[in-house]
């Protein structure tokens, strides 16, 4: 089935320093959108790429889609304790209305 | 003015009963969806409805039982609760496609 492996389930990083998350697919993406779920919170939207290579940017967050449309990355400059929280690529595929997550990557940051 | 809501947040039930969520979305969203969340954090797509149609049903046990009366609530019913049904159960609309989804609070469901 249309799967989305997400890579690392966890990272502890200390404060100041910068994260990265992977997402893959065995399949092309018609698109990939990227959440972040605070603890005990809900998933809330942060971005979507539809474009092969395209990347946006938001303050310290960047994200990326790959040329083959089958990956994502979401990287972080300088972490804050605000950005602790688990972030969760989901794609999406032509035709289809479901929308699968990967398996989210935990991020705690060290003060 | 919460624009995808569920009830209820919290919910604690013997096994073997019958329990319903609902979710409420102002949004005027053509496309819900019900999203089971474990204890590992793992999202997995349930159900989704467009336009009061199921359109998506993933491999649930059919003790699960989703109902769609209009385009603003997609409710979820679940009969003889199991243990491994302990979980957040998460409501999320959204407007046509390639689009972001709203996510509701989310229901926490403890199976004693």
């Known amino acids: 089935g249309q799967q989305v492996m997400q890579i690392p389930q966890y990272q502890h990083v200390q404060e100041g320093e910068d994260f990265t998350t992977y997402c893959n697919s065995s399949t092309t993406l018609s698109n990939i959108q990227w959440y972040k779920q605070r603890p005990g919170g809900h998933p809330v939207f942060l971005i979507q790429l539809v474009k092969s290579g395209e990347v946006k940017k938001q303050k310290r967050l960047t994200f990326q889609f790959g040329e083959a449309k089958k990956n994502s990355s979401l990287h972080i400059t300088a972490t804050q304790t605000t950005d602790v929280g688990t972030y969760f690529c989901a794609g999406a595929w032509s035709g289809n209305e479901k929308l699968t997550f990967g398996t989210g990557t935990r991020l705690t940051i060290i003060p | 003015d919460t624009a995808v809501s569920q009830t209820p947040k919290y919910l604690v039930t013997q096994m073997g009963n019958d329990k319903s969520i609902k979710c409420e979305q102002n949004?005027?969203?053509?496309?819900m969806y019900w999203y089971k969340q474990d204890s590992k954090k793992f999202l997995k797509i349930m159900f989704s409805?467009?336009?009061?149609?199921?359109?998506i049903n993933e491999t649930v046990p059919n003790r699960f039982s989703p109902k769609s009366p209009d385009k603003a609530h997609l409710n979820l019913h679940i009969n003889s609760l199991e243990l491994g049904d302990s979980a957040v159960y998460f409501c999320?609309?959204?407007?046509?496609?390639?689009?972001?989804?709203?996510f509701g609070q989310g229901t926490r469901l403890t199976v004693v």
């Open positions: 999320a609309s959204k407007l046509g496609t390639n689009t972001e989804a709203f």
């Open positions: 949004l005027g969203h053509d496309t």
């Open positions: 409805y467009n336009n009061k149609e199921l359109i």
